[in-house]
């Protein structure tokens, strides 16, 4: 008996998902057009959520030393020493100057631009770049990024006969394909480019389908 033949006590078989119907109602039911599990909630796909990291920790970080800095004079203050010259100045704007000067709208519109800037990362799941595909498992999420279903399309697209270079761009919501053809009809290269890039979109298995558009054009002469 060599060493591979020996198994350790707690090892166990990982289980396997088995994919045959159980019942002959169940193979009738399904076909080899069905939608793989858990298509149901396609649409309920959202995009995936950016942890928003460098925002987050920059405005930590002021609301950390303004408000240090603020609790330090405060308790200087407390102790009978006087407030640092800062804020007095500021209060002493606060309490004279007008509210339709123009520092006083500048630092106003520059609050309001960062408060809009913080809701909109707040409420946003940012991570343009990744689109997400169907969930074939419950509780796994998986993403594609633009840039590699791009490159996945330009290979098949080079495939075609009579494509001789093609850009290929990737959306949220389209995929563009500019082909460029030597040879064939400029008609039969664009419904071959139709059929090979539909048929590459549906098996990247993407939660949302990218519409696709083709252009055909002959190289530029000189």
């Given at each position: 008996?060599?060493?591979?033949?020996?198994?350790?006590?707690?090892?166990?078989?990982?289980?396997?998902?088995?994919?045959?119907?159980?019942?002959?109602?169940?193979?009738?039911?399904?076909?080899?057009?069905?939608?793989?599990?858990?298509?149901?909630?396609?649409?309920r796909t959202g995009r995936f959520w950016?942890?928003r990291r460098v925002p987050a920790a920059?405005?930590?970080?002021?609301?950390?030393?303004?408000?240090?800095?603020?609790?330090?004079?405060?308790?200087?203050?407390?102790?009978?020493?006087?407030?640092?010259?800062?804020?007095?100045?500021?209060?002493?704007?606060?309490?004279?100057?007008?509210?339709?000067?123009?520092?006083?709208?500048?630092?106003?519109?520059?609050?309001?631009?960062l408060g809009i800037w913080l809701i909109?990362?707040?409420?946003?799941?940012?991570?343009?770049?990744?689109?997400?595909?169907?969930?074939?498992?419950?509780?796994?999420?998986?993403?594609?990024?633009?840039?590699?279903?791009?490159?996945?399309?330009?290979?098949?697209?080079?495939?075609?006969?009579?494509?001789?270079?093609?850009?290929?761009?990737?959306?949220?919501?389209?995929?563009?394909?500019?082909?460029?053809?030597?040879?064939?009809?400029?008609?039969?290269?664009?419904?071959?480019?139709?059929?090979?890039?539909?048929?590459?979109?549906?098996?990247?298995?993407?939660?949302?389908?990218?519409?696709?558009?083709?252009?055909?054009?002959?190289?530029?002469?000189?």
């Open positions: 008996m060599s060493d591979d033949d020996v198994q350790p006590a707690d090892t166990r078989r990982l289980p396997t998902l088995d994919k045959t119907p159980a019942t002959a109602d169940e193979a009738a039911r399904s076909g080899p057009d069905d939608a793989p599990a858990g298509s149901d909630g396609d649409d950016s942890a920059v405005v930590a970080l002021l609301l950390l030393a303004a408000a240090g800095l603020l609790l330090y004079d405060v308790a200087a203050v407390r102790a009978n020493r006087p407030a640092m010259a800062w804020r007095r100045r500021l209060a002493h704007e606060l309490a004279t100057r007008p509210l339709d000067t123009p520092w006083v709208l500048g630092a106003a519109a520059l609050a309001v631009v909109v990362l707040a409420l946003t799941p940012g991570l343009r770049q990744v689109l997400p595909m169907r969930r074939t498992a419950p509780g796994v999420r998986a993403g594609l990024d633009r840039s590699a279903a791009a490159l996945v399309l330009r290979d098949r697209a080079m495939e075609v006969a009579g494509v001789q270079s093609v850009r290929m761009k990737v959306g949220r919501r389209k995929a563009k394909a500019r082909a460029v053809s030597h040879f064939r009809e400029l008609d039969e290269v664009r419904a071959d480019l139709d059929v090979s890039l539909g048929e590459g979109l549906r098996q990247l298995g993407l939660a949302h389908p990218l519409r696709l558009t083709v252009r055909v054009r002959r190289p530029k002469k000189g």
